[in-house]
């Protein structure tokens, strides 16, 4: 059972423009959201995180928006780049869990930024 | 600091061989994770352990077996290798504090079993 949801599959964007990736979640307990970018052939990596009592955090040219109430927050990538080029995961875990905080993920969004 | 490390970074192993996938990380971090991703299906967890000597399952446990003698290292065992376990595998870590969730995962292990 999947307890994180991901969309879209895959994506493509032209240079410049704002990819957006939704995730859904239903565990109203989780209280951690971070986004990890991969690369062909390495591990992820956190790109930005953000609990739920903020609707909104930016990072550079990236941007989580979290709405509680529909339990849902979505990853956007400003004036993309070809270098943004990678897959991305969002996940969510909680404190106090009985698996030690550990994440769980949606299965990945494919982007790829066109020059 | 050289951060999570794995090795090796890829084995093929025949049906039935074992072998054990190497962990280690050099940020004194108590909570350790495998997980393993398979194409199109994000990454799920395998055991995670909170600190030397306790260890735990994940959601898909099954042919797996991991220790934690170290804070430093975890190891994952597979016992008798299965197609199904064809996957990349990744180790992870984080500290065990408030605020401080990141997750550090390691460049991976790719694993085909035949």
């Known amino acids: 059972q999947q307890q994180v949801k991901q969309s879209p599959q895959s994506l493509i964007v032209q240079k410049g423009g704002i990819p957006i990736i939704n995730c859904a979640y239903e565990?109203?307990?989780?209280?951690?959201f971070p986004w990890y970018q991969q690369f062909p052939g390495k591990g992820p990596a956190l790109l930005i995180a953000i609990r739920p009592d903020v609707s909104e955090k930016k990072e550079g040219r990236f941007t989580i928006s979290f709405n509680k109430s529909a339990k849902q927050f979505s990853l956007h990538i400003m004036d993309s780049q070809p270098g943004d080029s990678a897959t991305y995961f969002c996940?969510?875990?909680?404190?106090?869990?009985?698996?030690?905080?550990?994440?769980?993920f949606g299965k990945g969004t494919s982007l790829l930024v066109t020059p | 600091n050289a951060g999570v490390t794995q090795t090796p970074k890829f084995r093929i192993l025949k049906i039935g061989q074992s072998m054990t996938l190497q962990c280690a990380q050099d940020?004194?971090?108590?909570?350790m994770y495998w997980y393993r991703q398979d194409p199109g299906m994000g990454l799920k967890l395998i055991y995670y352990s909170v600190g030397a000597g306790i260890t735990d399952k994940g959601e898909v446990p099954n042919g797996y077996n991991v220790s934690r003698s170290t804070t430093e290292d975890f190891p994952l065992r597979l016992e008798l290798a299965a197609p199904s376990q064809t996957s990349v595998y990744f180790c992870?870590?984080?500290?065990?504090?408030?605020?401080?969730?990141?997750?550090?995962f390691g460049p991976g292990t790719r694993l085909l079993v035949l």
């Open positions: 940020m004194n971090h108590n909570y």
């Open positions: 996940a969510a875990s909680r404190r106090g869990s009985n698996s030690g905080y550990a994440l769980n």
């Open positions: 565990n109203t307990a989780f209280d951690y």
């Open positions: 992870a870590s984080r500290r065990d504090r408030v605020g401080q969730e990141t997750q550090y």
